[in-house]
Every structure is written in structure tokens, then in C-alpha cells.
């Protein structure tokens, strides 16, 4: 969805105040959507979008009669997920929007008709996994990162050569999906030194995240059927954040010859809100022009369309918090800024890949980017890059040093999109805490 309409215009202001504040991450021009409860409460988890710093219960909402215009929509959304609402395709979600814009507007005529209790403080909400997510992939898409990782196993010649030619990911675990604010076991596993003589089991050294981006899926396919690059956005119902935790001991002993397993699987956290593709429209732009000599993509993985709209300039951030930092009130340090525009394959690229052989998507399934890191040093997205993997510490502000992370450390990513002439939108957080290792 490139096109923009009334619900992005910039001067649109909400009777929420606190989405009119220059800074808000969820101003009405955003309107993502998650899955909340009122914090200590026995109540259903259901569907809300953020505005400002509250929650608008979506369902109360409807309830009203506040969303006629999208009732059948407003209907999906009695539900402890976003499934249903997913399933329903871009238009109806369209629809949807365009209701909750005009509800939420500063002018808006049935503001008064909305019930107190369908507006919940950011403060006093729960927010819970925003899918029940079926299956979860994560690709490898920026060439960056490729060359960053690749060039400490293989100097000469860090690419692998299938690399330009074919959207690269591995089939990632979604029991294990987690939402912001859910803590992170160190694993244990299997590793073995590049010196020593045999194996050993334990809490996983060489922890890390890795920052990235996630698509879920709206509208799936059927099995057997392929989604063309042409219909790819049809089937993208929004994005978040996604840390994709890697335990780099366990992954360099076992990754080869099927690629990570239990490196990856013990974790994955996501942000809470996911930003509609309809959301992002205002910030999409043309994929980054491919180096003189690359070669060009496949026809079932290239299309003009694609490479004049196919990015999307989202700006995300690693910060790091330890547990001194957090008990002395010190603020996160950031470790990384970088875009999504870097990617090397657009999101629209790794649905058409994912599908081409007639494996079935399905709404609510994440496919991840994998580590969004940019061509410069302060846009590596892993430890692994950041600290060459680990030959180079690095100093936090109160001079304790990381090579990779120790337990109690807080990993916080954020986004934005901004562009001149656009209100600014934001993606929230997804944090994660990392927790000792059960013995
Ligand atoms: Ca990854």
C-alpha cells in the first residue's frame, strides 16, 4: 500500500492530547495495532490501538456503534489476538483505520459517545503477544551484515555465492516468540572451543541480540499457490520490532550443515504495537540501487514497481542497559542506529521467495528480516559486528566493558520513521532483560 489518504495527513490532531506532542511514537497518523489488558486484571485480552500514551479499546468501541463504517471489522477484534483482523486482507483493515481516524480526530462529532472505560493509560495496560504466530522465518537481508559476519569465517571471500541471487533465511521457532518486557533465560547448550579437544554443555557464553525488523502476515496463500512480487503487499499486514537473541557459542558448534537451531530458539521478542503497511505508506521509497556488476534478481524477484517503492525507511536503534545502569538510574546506552532502507532484499522480495515453491503463509505469521546493520560502524546491528566477535570490548558510561552480554543486561531496541513534511511515527520498544541460566 503506497498510496497516502486523509488518515496520514500531518495536521490531523487527536482529542487524546498526548498524541499532538511532537515526540509522540503513536500520533493519529500511526494507529498500530496490539492485543492489551488492564494490568492485574482477569479480563480478555483484546484488540486496542495506540494513541498518545492510552490504549482505545477497539471492541468497546464497536460496542457503541462508534464504528459502523467498519463493523464487520471492528468485529475481528473482540479477540486475544490479531489473527482475525490479519485474515481480513488491506482493505478492510483500511476501513478500519479510516473509522478509528475519524473517531479519534480532535473535531470528532461521537467523541463524547465514547465510553471512559474504552480509553486505558499505556500505564495501566498489559500488552500481550500481538498474533498467535503459526510459523516464523528470518531472513538475512542486509548485505551488510552478510559481509560483516561472513568476513570473520571467510576473509577472502566473506558473500557466499548464492547471496545476490537468492533471499537467504532459516526457519525460525515460534513457540518461542516473545513480547517485549518478557525476560530472557540464558541458554544452555553444546559448544565447543576452536582449541579444544571435545564439547562441552553449559550456560551459553557469546550471548547477543540482533536488531531487526518483522513483517506479519495479513491475508495468507494456499498451499501449493505462490504470492507474485506484484501482490506481495496484498498479503503484508504491518511491522514491528524483533530481536532475534543468538547464543553465538551454541550457533557456531551446530550451525552447519542446516543452519541455526538451538542458537536461536530460546528467544525472539517482539514490540507490542505492529504498524500497518498502510501506516509506513508515507515513508517507502526506492531499494537501494544495486552495485555496478550485481546481479540482477530473478523476474519472479524483480519488478520496477519494487525498485522504485520497495523500501521503507524505518530508523531503528540498539541501546543497552545493565543492571548497575538500571539500579543507579542511568539512562541506556545506544549502540547502533541504522534504517531498513539498507536492506539488500525489500519485504516484498522475501514474500514472493518465501512463496515461490508453494509454501503457505498464513496471517499472523512473522517473517523477520534478519540484522538490519548499515554500511558504517555506527550501524552494526549484532555484538558479533560491534565487537568483532568479541576481540574488541567496548566501555559503557560507567566504565564497566561488554564484549557480549552478561546476564541482568536489558537490550532495548527502538523505531521511527520520519521525513520531512510527514508526521513522525513510532514503533515503541521491544526489551528484553537477560536472566541467568537454570542450572
Ligand atoms: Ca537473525
Redesign the pocket.
Known amino acids: 500500500m503506497t498510496n497516502t489518504n486523509e488518515t496520514h495527513d500531518p495536521s490531523l490532531e487527536s482529542w487524546v492530547d498526548s498524541a499532538n506532542a511532537p515526540n509522540a511514537a503513536f500520533p493519529i497518523q500511526n494507529l498500530p495495532f496490539g492485543v492489551f489488558s488492564r494490568r492485574g486484571s482477569a479480563e480478555m485480552p483484546r484488540v486496542g490501538v495506540a494513541i498518545g500514551d492510552a490504549v482505545l479499546d477497539v471492541s468497546a468501541c464497536h460496542a457503541a456503534g462508534l464504528l459502523d463504517d467498519a463493523a464487520e471489522t471492528a468485529a475481528a477484534c473482540a479477540a486475544p489476538e490479531l489473527n482475525r483482523l490479519m485474515s481480513l486482507g488491506p482493505t478492510h483493515a483500511s476501513r478500519l483505520r479510516l473509522a478509528l481516524s475519524r473517531l479519534l480526530r480532535r473535531d470528532s462529532a461521537v467523541r463524547a459517545r465514547v465510553p471512559p472505560q474504552a480509553l486505558v493509560s499505556l500505564r495501566d495496560a498489559e500488552l500481550h503477544l500481538p498474533a498467535s504466530i503459526g510459523d516464523y522465518s528470518?531472513?538475512?537481508a542486509s548485505i551488510h551484515h552478510a559481509t560483516n559476519a561472513g568476513r570473520m569465517f571467510r576473509p577472502d571471500s566473506p558473500l557466499l555465492p548464492n547471496y545476490k541471487h537468492v533471499p537467504i533465511a532459516?526457519h525460525?521457532r515460534a513457540s518461542s516468540v516473545i513480547v517485549s518486557g518478557t525476560a530472557v533465560r540464558r541458554p544452555v547448550g553444546q559448544s565447543k572451543a576452536p582449541d579444544a579437544a571435545a564439547p562441552t554443555i553449559g550456560a551459553s557464553k557469546r550471548l547477543d541480540y540482533?536488531l531487526?525488523l518483522g513483517v506479519f502476515i495479513g491475508a495468507g496463500n494456499k498451499l501449493g499457490e505462490r504470492i507474485a512480487l506484484a501482490d506481495a503487499e496484498q498479503h503484508v499486514f504491518g511491522m514491528c520490532l524483533?530481536n532475534?537473541w543468538?547464543a553465538r557459542a551454541i550457533q557456531g558448534w551446530e550451525y552447519q550443515p542446516l543452519g541455526?537451531f538451538l542458537g536461536?530458539s530460546f528467544g525472539t521478542t517482539v514490540s507490542p504495537w505492529v504498524v500497518t503497511l498502510e501506516a509506513l505508506a508515507p515513508f517507502r521509497g526506492p531499494a537501494p540501487e544495486r552495485p555496478q556488476g550485481d546481479p540482477r534478481p530473478l523476474p519472479y524477484l524483480s519488478s520496477s514497481a519494487d525498485r522504485a517503492n520497495g523500501a521503507i525507511d524505518i530508523d531503528v536503534e540498539v541501546a543497552i542497559a545493565s543492571s548497575t545502569m538500571r539500579t543507579n538510574g542511568a539512562p541506556a546506552h545506544t549502540l547502533a542506529r541504522t534504517s531498513s532502507r539498507h536492506l539488500y532484499w525489500t519485504i516484498f522480495q522475501m514474500v514472493a521467495h518465501h512463496t515461490v515453491n508453494g509454501c503457505n503463509l498464513r496471517p499472523g505469521d512473522l517473517i523477520?528480516t534478519?540484522?538490519a546493520s548499515g554500511p558504517t560502524a555506527g550501524e552494526l546491528g549484532s555484538l558479533l559486528e560491534l565487537t568483532a566477535n568479541g576481540a574488541k570490548p567496548f566501555a559503557l558510561p560507567d566504565g564497566d566493558t561488554r564484549t557480549f552480554l552478561e546476564d541482568g543486561d536489558e537490550v532495548i531496541l527502538r523505531g521511527f520513521c520520519r521525513r520531512d513534511g510527514v508526521r513522525t511515527i513510532g514503533f515503541g520498544e521491544a526489551r528484553g532483560i537477560i536472566a541467568s541460566a537454570v542450572a
Do not use: I
Request: charged letters at 35%.
Open positions: 528470518d531472513f538475512f532459516y525460525g540482533e531487526e524483533v532475534d543468538s541455526p536461536k523477520a534478519g540484522t
